[in-house]
């Protein structure tokens, strides 16, 4: 049946005429609601990494099309939108503190707790992740097993182009307050990274807990402990400070509970 709608979102997204027949809109349709269960989702892991399916990208973007704007009622308060929150967190087990809100078309998994936040469609949060107060999970965005987002964290969405990563973190991470994470970076399994650390593709990640620097763009490694830094670079105007990201070191095996993941930053003196 994946196929079929996989076929039928192909030959819609080339010919947009075809969004006014009911089979292309039930396909459509059927889609975000795999999404929704976690039937289907943006990025998978596989051996050599994650791939990316961009065909379901393209649903998404095609059920913007499709919907009709609505009224959208949650006690008191009101919304008009294309895409209806998601219900039913009770069944499924997932902890959800007023004012966090979920889109259709999310995937929350069992065990996950929301505080006061908001995720987007497309978006996977996996099993026993926390995302707390203010964080954003942005479209399409993959958060793995027994992740915390701490409170303030971004994570940037990505729809379009339709090739562009999402942004993933693996499983077992600690990402810090007010962290900002964007453009497709990975940050890899059990990576901790401390309070206002800003990612994006083009930032220059430098492993210096060696005798010589090592770079990385657009990943972090597993288990690295990551700090906010800066280098010189100049320019006409003369030489500034650009920001960047340095990894100080590997998370120890005595910070690997949850529990204690703020004891990894506070083993090498750096704020949560």
Not at 116 to 121: C, G, L, M, Q
């Amino acid at each position: 049946m994946t196929g079929l709608h996989r076929s039928t979102i192909e030959s819609s997204w080339e010919n947009r005429e075809l969004l006014g027949k009911p089979e292309t809109q039930k396909a459509i349709r059927d889609v975000i609601s795999l999404l929704d269960k976690g039937k289907l989702r943006i990025a998978e892991p596989v051996a050599e990494g994650w791939i990316i399916n961009e065909w379901i990208k393209k649903a998404i973007i095609l059920y913007f099309l499709i919907q009709d704007m609505e009224v959208f009622n949650a006690g008191p308060l009101e919304f008009y939108d294309k895409i209806p929150l998601k219900k039913g967190f009770k069944a499924l087990g997932v902890r959800v503190v007023p004012h966090a809100v979920a889109r259709f078309g999310s995937f929350i998994a069992e065990g996950v707790i929301l505080m006061p936040s908001y995720i987007n469609i497309g978006a996977y949060i996996d099993h026993g992740s926390m995302v707390d107060t203010w964080a954003t999970v942005g479209s399409c965005a993959q958060v793995g097993k027994n992740v915390h987002l701490s409170g303030g964290v971004g994570l940037g969405g990505v729809l379009e182009p339709i090739q562009a990563a999402p942004v993933i973190i693996e499983d077992g991470c600690f990402i810090g307050s007010r962290c900002i994470i964007v453009e497709g970076v990975r940050v890899g399994k059990e990576a901790v990274l401390g309070a206002n650390v800003v990612l994006t593709s083009s930032t220059r990640i430098i492993d210096v807990s060696g005798s010589q620097p090592v770079e990385y763009k657009g990943t972090v490694p597993p288990r690295s402990v990551v700090i906010p830094g800066s280098f010189e670079k100049e320019f006409p105007a003369g030489k500034y400070q650009v920001s960047c990201a340095l990894i100080i070191g590997q998370r120890k095996t005595s910070t690997n509970l949850k529990t204690s993941l703020n004891q990894a930053l506070r083993e090498y003196n750096v704020s949560v």
